[in-house]
Nanobody
């Protein structure tokens, strides 16, 4: 299975942006899909996740109320709607897949850059 992320770009503080991640190939078997982000010199951090079949969501505290994760089971896609963006949201965003029976996110997309200027 492969993940292809898209939708990054450069925006102003307060703007919105929507990221998308499409899964393709065999052996998908999703349990959870998530978005992480990383800035230079820092570890990759969790942003949000969604249960593929339950739809249950989890968010990192700093994005609660501003970001919304969703999925389209028919299209094998997951999206991240980001509103009220702040300069601190600037990062490379990665989508990730945790498959059924696995204890960690083991499949990662290539990353898409989000830059928020003040």
């Amino acid at each position: 299975v492969q993940l292809q992320a898209s939708g990054g770009g450069r925006v102003q503080a307060g703007d919105s942006l929507r990221l998308a991640c499409a899964a393709s190939g065999s052996n998908f078997n999703p349990l959870l899909m998530a978005w992480f982000r990383q800035t230079p010199g820092r570890e990759r951090e969790f942003v949000a996740s969604i249960g593929w079949y339950t739809g249950g969501t989890t968010y990192e505290d700093s994005v609660k109320g501003r970001f919304t994760i969703s999925r389209d089971n028919a299209k094998n896609t997951v999206s991240l709607e980001m509103n009220s963006l702040k300069p601190g949201d600037t990062a490379v965003y990665y989508c990730a897949l945790r498959r059924t029976g696995r204890s960690s996110y083991e499949v990662w997309g290539q990353g898409t850059l989000v830059t928020v200027s003040s």
